[in-house]
């Protein structure tokens, strides 16, 4: 197997930021949004990037990315989590949440200029382990996002907006 294919296959993912994250706990909200959020909310969705320990990728489809539209290295502002649905035409950019680093509107803009390229849809989602964790962080999470809570895997909040799983066009 080449040093590329271990790159994609790799299922170790942890914290963005070691120094403010719980490894362990980072580590299991990404296992989360890869076993219960994508079921319930991007059926049949392929990861394509996933962060690791030391800010490094542990799964980086670079490949994949050029086919959407997307030129990026390993160590760009990528969010913690992206997923294509092939299907719906979306790209799920997903930032796990167990102490920093949520989707409020300057994270929110990065994002969209780091894909402003992609032919997909982008979905901006913010994932914390539990209610009581993202409450403490409502009033900074941009709108035209989604945030969703590992436990309560089934459901999902949408923040304003004319649509529910976005996709909102491209701002000019």
């Known amino acids: 197997m080449s040093a590329k294919q271990s ?3 790799s299922a170790n993912v942890s914290p963005q930021k070691t120094n403010q994250l719980v490894p362990g706990e980072h580590q299991a909200l990404i296992k989360a949004i890869l076993d ?5 909310f991007a059926p049949g969705s392929v990861p394509i990037y ?3 320990t030391h800010g490094k990728p542990s799964h980086f489809d670079d490949d994949r990315l050029a086919q959407l539209g997307v030129n990026v290295d390993a160590h760009a502002q990528m969010p913690d989590v992206a997923l ?3 299907k719906n035409n979306r790209l799920f950019l997903v930032e796990a949440i167990t102490g920093n680093g949520l989707v409020n509107a300057n994270r929110r803009k990065e994002l969209t200029r780091l894909f402003a390229n992609a032919a997909p849809h982008l979905i901006y989602v913010t994932a ?3 209610r009581s964790i993202a409450g403490c962080y409502f009033p900074n ?3 035209e996002t989604e945030v969703w809570v590992a436990d309560a895997p089934s459901h999902l909040i949408h923040l304003n907006g004319s649509r529910f799983l976005g996709p909102y066009s491209k701002p000019s």
């Open 7 to 9: 790159r994609r296959t």
């Open 50 to 52: 996933a962060r690791s």
């Open 36 to 40: 219960e959020f994508v079921p319930h």
């Open 84 to 86: 294509h649905d092939p």
């Open 141 to 143: 999470i941009a709108w």
């Open 128 to 130: 914390f382990p539990n």
